[in-house]
């Protein structure tokens, strides 16, 4: 069994957390804000291509931005194994959302070369445009368009919130590769990722082996009412955009709470009401809704049913709303044969873990539509809690990940045959 260096990938991280850094007035912490494709994340980029040269490895990007690495195994006419994950991160993020996949990734590089192990098989490790979502409104958009999803066209043209597209952003940060988005077929794929949840630490173990992801509906809403003076307009004709819009947010969560939908998780990230005026009636309004379910069904019946209520409460107020589809991806479950190798490495390692499905999305869900794929879940304190600057994993779980990610790269890059998963 081989070993990172648990204290060199440790300083890899806090350097990397250092770009982007910001100050947060709510926790009063330091968070990392690099959403995709601006200038920290540019700076992110530059860096870990920096780790990835230094480590002998040959560099490449793809049309969507996807940065791929590359070392060499015997036998270059196989298929190689990747690893990796995202550096783009959201507004109030940490240290360790999507980073530890990629810097772990290049971390496992390093040992080999220390050991002077070579592979079979080329081994990669890349990092994901815009796994966020945040700022072009589409989550898992580099592995999404990489594994066939959404087509390179599409995702070029998403925009931000002031109108800058995917394409325009990758271009002005030196990031629009000439390398096939639809990349070379993998024999299989890791992914070492926070768990972003308290199962872990419930369970009281370091590692999770991850038996899949669960549905995600991500939609925006725009309610459009009519703008009324507040102190004379009467109640009852009034056509209400604010008290729509938070009609929504209350009946996602009392969705929630009826155990109708199984574990369905709904949560309303934007609310916004436009110019915010004490004494007008706000005549737009425009949320988002996330849902999340483990239940392909039952997240149909959740859509269904908040469509039904949306469509009741326009009519009760005369208003107007539009749906807009953002994203949308059905339960999927990753390759057992990785999740028993993985197992299997955890065990070798002496290393406890349990199996758990992701509540979080990754990159690794729209990897496993092209190879054999499954991640490895590493435990945070403080319950997991992920997407704030308190998100913290210590460095002996961040190792404990990363040498089972280590090993079973090692063990999937020295396999001969293609195996039928
Ligand atoms: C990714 O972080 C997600 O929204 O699950
Ligand atoms: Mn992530
Ligand atoms: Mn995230």
């Known amino acids: 069994m081989i070993r990172i260096d648990r204290d060199r990938l440790w300083r890899t991280l806090m350097e990397l957390k250092q770009i982007g850094a910001y100050s947060d007035e709510a926790t009063g912490l330091q968070g990392v804000r ?8 540019a700076e992110a980029r530059r860096r870990c291509v ?16 996807n940065v791929y690495a ?19 991160t959201v507004a109030t993020g940490g240290a360790f959302d999507g980073t530890l996949g990629v810097l772990g990734g290049i971390e496992v590089m390093r040992t080999l070369n220390d050991a002077g192990i070579q592979t079979l ?48 952003e990758l271009v002005r940060i030196g990031f629009d590769g000439p390398a096939p988005e639809r990349r070379p077929v993998p024999h299989a794929y890791l992914e070492c990722h926070i768990e972003q949840g308290p199962l872990l630490a419930e369970a009281g173990v370091d590692i999770g082996i991850v038996q899949g992801v669960q549905s ?72 988002t809704v996330d849902l999340r379910n483990p ?18 409460l326009a009519g009760q107020h005369g208003v107007r709303i539009a749906w807009e589809r953002m994203a949308k991806t059905v339960m999927v479950p990753f390759d057992a044969r990785i ?19 992701s509540g979080a999305g990754h990159d690794a869900q729209e990897i496993a539509a092209i190879c054999p ?24 779980a961040c190792g404990n990940g990363t040498d089972v990610l280590a090993n079973a790269v090692l063990r999937l890059a020295n396999e001969a045959d293609e195996p039928v998963s």
Not at 51 to 65: C, F, P, Q, S, T
Not at 73 to 81: A, I, P, Y
Not at 373 to 396: C, K, L, Q, W
């Open 339 to 357: 999740q028993d190798l993985l197992a299997a490495t955890a065990d070798d390692l002496g290393l406890p873990y349990v199996r758990a499905m």
């Open 295 to 312: 239940d392909d069904a039952l997240m149909t019946a959740a859509e269904q049913h908040l469509a039904g209520y949306v469509d009741r």
């Open 216 to 287: 995600i509906s991500w939609q925006r809403l725009t309610v459009r009412g009519e703008a009324a003076h507040a102190g004379t307009t009467p109640i009852g004709s009034r056509h209400d955009a604010g008290l729509v819009a938070a009609s929504v947010v209350v009946e996602a969560r009392r969705m929630c709470d009826s155990g109708e939908f199984g574990q369905l998780r709904a949560t309303v990230g934007n609310f916004d009401i436009g110019e915010g005026q004490t004494n007008v009636i706000p005549h737009r309004a425009v949320i």
């Open 121 to 168: 098989r080329d081994i990669e490790v890349g990092f994901f445009t815009e796994e966020e979502g945040v700022r072009f409104g589409t989550d898992m958009l580099g592995s999404a368009v990489t594994a066939g999803r959404i087509p390179l066209d599409h995702a070029h043209k998403l925009t931000d919130a002031d109108g800058k597209s995917v394409k325009e």
């Open 373 to 396: 794929t499954a991640m490895v879940f590493v435990a945070g304190e403080n319950a997991g809690i992920s997407h704030t600057p308190r998100e913290y994993s210590n460095p002996d």
């Open 34 to 41: 690099r959403l995709a494709l601006t200038d920290a994340d």
């Open 50 to 65: 920096e780790w990835m040269v230094e480590a002998d490895l040959e560099v490449r990007v793809d049309r969507i931005g």
């Open 70 to 88: 590359t070392r060499p195994g015997r036998d270059r006419t196989l298929s190689c194994v990747l690893m990796g994950s995202h550096i783009d």
